[in-house]
C-alpha cells in the first residue's frame, strides 16, 4: 500500500467514533454494492478492533467477519480466513507486498481494484 494511503487509511480509523454506527459496508470496483454488516453492535465491535486494531471475529449476514494481524499488518476479513489467500472479501491494509487483498474474487495478487470500508 504507498504511503499516502497509508496516512489515508490512519485518518480513516482514528475517526470511528465507535458508538453509534449501524451498518459496515465492505465493497469495490469489482463489487459497487459490497456486502454489510447491519447488528449495531458487530459493528460498533469491528470499528473498535480497527481503530486499536485488535484481533476480533464474528459471523453476521452470512459472512464470518475478522479483524487481526496479517503480515506486515491488518486484515479485515469477511472470507471465513485470516491471512489465507482465498476467494471473498478482504482487505489488508499496511501490507508491503502484493497480497493487500481482494473483493468478491481472489485476495492475494488480485488484479487493480479498490476498496471501500464505511460505516454509516
Known sequence: MPNYQCAAWKVFVVGLTCSRYRVMRLSGSRN??????????IVGSIAVALRKPTNYAVNS??????????GTG?????AGTMCT???????RYYDIYVNWGGIDGITCSAPS??????FE
Open 32 to 41: 459497487p454494492a459490497g456486502i454489510v454488516v447491519t447488528d449495531p453492535t
Open 61 to 70: 449476514n452470512g459472512f464470518a467477519w475478522a479483524v487481526g494481524t496479517c
Open 74 to 78: 491488518m486484515e479485515l476479513s469477511a
Open 85 to 91: 489467500c482465498t476467494n471473498g472479501y478482504i482487505l
Open 113 to 118: 481494484q479498490s476498496i471501500t470500508v464505511s
